[in-house]
Nanobody
Framework: QVQLVESGGGLVQAGGSLRLSCAAS????????MGWFRQAPGKEREFVAA????????YYPDSVKGRFTISRDNAKNTVYLQMNSLKPEDTAVYYC?????????????????WGQGTQVTVSS
């Protein structure tokens, strides 16, 4: 089992940047593929980024491709989401998630563990 704690959210103007972090407990972080998802009020949870266990493969939807970058540091048990050129439509609660597999997926139902979320608000 792994526990996840996100940080780094906040209020930023459109065009700005934020870096989210997700710290994982336990000694088995390197065995998990990781993902970032977001959920805005009244909307379904949306895939944002995912990274394989090794970090060698990353995935993004078109809505954030070229603006967001997911990375991980297995020595620090942490996954990151660098968000640049933020837009008001990026406003949401951002969650990190883990699945005990080498392969990342874009489907939130395939992740077993979730953090509590961190709010990102982008003002226009």
């Amino acid at each position: 089992q792994v526990q996840l704690v996100e940080s780094g959210g906040g209020l930023v103007q459109a065009g700005g940047s934020l870096r989210l972090s997700c710290a994982a407990s336990g000694r088995t972080f390197s065995t998990y593929a990781m993902g970032w998802f977001r959920q805005a009020p009244g909307k379904e949870r949306e895939f944002v980024a995912a990274i394989s266990r090794s970090g060698g493969n990353t995935y993004y939807p078109d809505s954030v491709k070229g603006r967001f970058t997911i990375s991980r540091d297995n020595a620090k048990n942490t996954v990151y989401l660098q968000m640049n050129s933020l837009k008001p439509e990026d406003t949401a609660v951002y969650y990190c998630a883990a699945r005990p597999s080498p392969i990342a997926t874009i489907r939130y139902k395939e992740y077993d563990y979730w953090g509590q979320g961190t709010q990102v608000t982008v003002s226009s």
